[in-house]
């Protein structure tokens, strides 16, 4: 073959390639959801099973967030809304992850790191029909935080901010993944 009619059919199988040659592959939280053309979304209120106050309205607002900042989809009044996302925090415990020896006698343990759990129910539903258009009723995420280091000097305070930093860390990255499952339709 002539070097000009390999040229230009390396130039044309290239212009096919990126034409339409896609892979399906997309970056994550891209596409138009399970149902595409709805584009009204409520979120209410998470319902909370556990005894740790507030989770349900934490967990809905950074969900909110998350569909307000990303994509094109319009989060409205549960009146106006085409779907909406509807969920239940239904566990939340912690497991010991280090500790430290500080009293012989009676070996005693600290524990300096704990891993915090939270488990969510969620799903998304046709507003008009009640048809659930997604899903996952067993959506578990952690984060180790740092208890208290010193024996000592005890501070429930600081054992407190750093659980609270770790439910907020955990509702927010826990929206991230639900809203890019939601829209990949994951």
Known sequence: MRRSTQRFC??????????????????????????PGLKKLAISVFENLTSEPELGSMF???????????????????????????????????????????ERRFQTRLTLEARLYVTLDVRCEDARTGTVLWRDPKFTDSRVFSQNPDPANLDPILTFDNRHLALEFLARDMAIKIHDRFMSNF
Not at 74 to 85: H, L, N, T
């Open 10 to 35: 390396l130039t044309m199988a290239l212009f096919a390639l990126l034409l339409g040659g896609g892979c399906g592959y997309r970056f994550s939280g891209e596409g138009e959801g399970p149902r």
């Open 60 to 102: 809905a607002g950074e969900l909110r967030r998350q569909f307000m900042t990303r994509g094109d989809i319009q989060v409205v009044e549960v009146d106006d809304a085409e779907m909406v996302f509807k969920g239940r925090v239904t566990q939340i415990y912690s497991s010991s992850v280090a500790h430290r020896a500080f």
